[in-house]
C-alpha cells in the first residue's frame, strides 16, 4: 500500500479539492520534499486534520469532530525524528510507521479473535488475510485513526472472549479516545455479562434460597457494568469538556501567538479560532455542551436522512458492496438462528447443553457481532454520509471479514482441496484440517487470485470487492479525489 501510494502519487495530478488544506509554514529542505513525493498520498482529506491537530492542536472549532489519542500519538513518535524535518515530514513519517505496525496488529488481534469466537483456526485466518487486503486500506494506511481503533477494538474483543474483562474495558476505553463509535462498544461488555448472568439462571431453579444470592449477583452485575461503561465513556466526556474550556472560555489571548497566514484562512474559511473573543458557539448554551455532534451537524449536515438526495446516488452506489455484504450477513446469521436471534441469544441452546456449541459464522458466539455490525450498517446509511459506511465497518467490525471468509469456505471448492475448514462437505477434497494445526497454513486469497479463472463467481465478487476497493481507494484518495 505505501509503495503504490506512493506510485500512483507521483503519476496522477492531485484533484483542486473543496477541503481543509491549512497552508503550509516555514520552508521545506529537500528531506522535506522527498518525503511529500513518497508519503504525500498519506495525508489527505480527513488526514489533514489530523496532522494539523497533531502540529498545533485544537486550533479551529470544527478540528475537534476527531479526538485525540491518534494526533497525540504522532506527535510523541514525531519526537524521535531530526529536528531538521518539517513538522508536517515528521508527522508524515510517524503517520506511515505507526499505522504499519498497527494494521499488522490489528490483523493478529482479529486472528486471535476469529480463533475464540468462530473456533475455526482457518477460517479465522482468512478472515485476517481479507483483512490485510481490506476495502478500506488506504485508511488502515493513510494518518487516519482507523488502524489504531480497529486495533483497540478487536483487542478489546478478542481480550473480552478470552474472559479479561478488565483488560478488555481498558482497550474499549482507548478505543472511545480515537473514535466517537467506540461508545457502542460498551454494548460487548454489558452483553458478556448480561448474558452470563442469564445463563447461570438457567443452570438450575431459583430457590427461596438461593434469592439473596442472586440479588447480591445482580448488584454486582450492576455495579461492574456502571463502573466500567464510565471508563468507556471518560475518554469522550473529556474531550467534550476540554473543547467547552477551549472554545467557551473567556478569550485567552491565543490570537496573538496564531501565525497570520491561519487565521487569514479563517477568516476566509468563516472557521471559529480557540481563545478568540467574540460570541459563544451555540453549542456552548446546551444543557449538555457536545461539541461533536454540533460539528457532525453544523459543518457536515449529518443527520437522519439528511443524505437521502437525488445528487447523493453515486455515494450511495459507492456504499452499496458493502451495505448489501451486511445485509447478507445479517440475514444468514438471523435465518439460520431464529430462535437465538429471537431469545437474544441468552437461551442456552441443545448444542451448548451437549457441549458441542456450533462453530463457524453461524455460531452462536457470533450473535453480539452480528448485532453490532447490523447497528453500525443501519446507523451508518440512514444518518452518516453514506460513502463512509466501507472504512466504518471495515475498522469497527470483524463480520465485514468474518462473513466473506465463511462465504469462501462454504463456496470454493479450491478452498477444500487446500485443507481449510468446509462446513458443507464433511472433509476436505486434499489436505486433512489437521495441516492448519501444524502451522502449514499459506496464504489462501494469493492463492485464488492466482486461480482466478477456476474460481467461482461468488469468490470472484467477493475478492474483487475487496480487490478493486484497495486499490481505487489508493489511487483516488492519495490524489484529493472523492473516495468513501
Known sequence: SLVLQAVFNLLIPDHSADAFSPPRLGSPGPWDALLERLLGGLGRWDAEHF?????????F????????????????????????????SRLLLSAALLNSLLSVLAAAALYGLGRAVLRRRGEAF??????????????????????MFAFLAFSAMWQLEKGQSWLGGLLFSLASGARANGLINAGFFLYSRGKRFALQ?????????????????????????????????????????????????????LDQTVPEPLLQLARDKGYRVAGMDGAKPPWCSQHFPVVYSYIQDTYWNVGFLRYFELRQIPNFLLALPVTLLGSWAAWTYVSTNPR??????????????????????????????????????????????????TRFLGSSSPILYWFPAHLLQEHEPLLWSAGTDNPTSGKP?????????????????????????????????????FLCYWLLGLILHCNFFPWT
Not at 126 to 147: D, I, Q, R, T
Open 201 to 253: 439462571l438457567q443452570v438450575g431453579a431459583a430457590s427461596v434460597r438461593k434469592l439473596p444470592l442472586m440479588w447480591k449477583q445482580v448488584l454486582s452485575l450492576a455495579s461492574s457494568a456502571a463502573l466500567m461503561c464510565a471508563g468507556i465513556f471518560l475518554p469522550f466526556a473529556l474531550f467534550q469538556y476540554y473543547a467547552y474550556v477551549r472554545f467557551c472560555g473567556p478569550g485567552t489571548g
Open 429 to 465: 477434497l486434499g489436505k486433512s484440517p489437521s495441516s492448519c494445526v501444524k502451522g502449514t497454513l499459506d496464504n489462501l486469497v494469493m492463492r485464488l487470485l492466482l486461480n482466478w479463472r477456476l474460481i467461482t463467481p461468488l469468490s470472484k465478487s467477493v475478492l474483487g470487492f
Open 340 to 389: 437465538h436471534c429471537l431469545t437474544l441469544g441468552l437461551e442456552r441452546s441443545k448444542s451448548e447443553e451437549k457441549g458441542k456449541p456450533r462453530d463457524g459464522f453461524c455460531g452462536p458466539a457470533a450473535f453480539v457481532y452480528v448485532v453490532h455490525a447490523t447497528a453500525l450498517l443501519a446507523f451508518g446509511f440512514s444518518c452518516m454520509h453514506v460513502q463512509v459506511l
Open 61 to 88: 472549532e470544527h478540528n475537534c469532530a476527531f479526538l485525540p489519542l491518534f494526533p497525540l500519538s504522532l506527535r510523541a513518535l514525531a519526537c524521535l525524528w531530526p529536528p531538521q524535518l518539517q513538522p508536517r
Open 51 to 59: 496532522l494539523f491537530i497533531a502540529e498545533r492542536g485544537y486550533l
Open 126 to 147: 482468512l478472515a485476517a488475510l481479507l483483512f490485510s487486503l481490506s476495502p478500506a486500506g488506504v485508511f488502515m494506511a493513510a494518518a487516519y485513526s482507523e488502524s
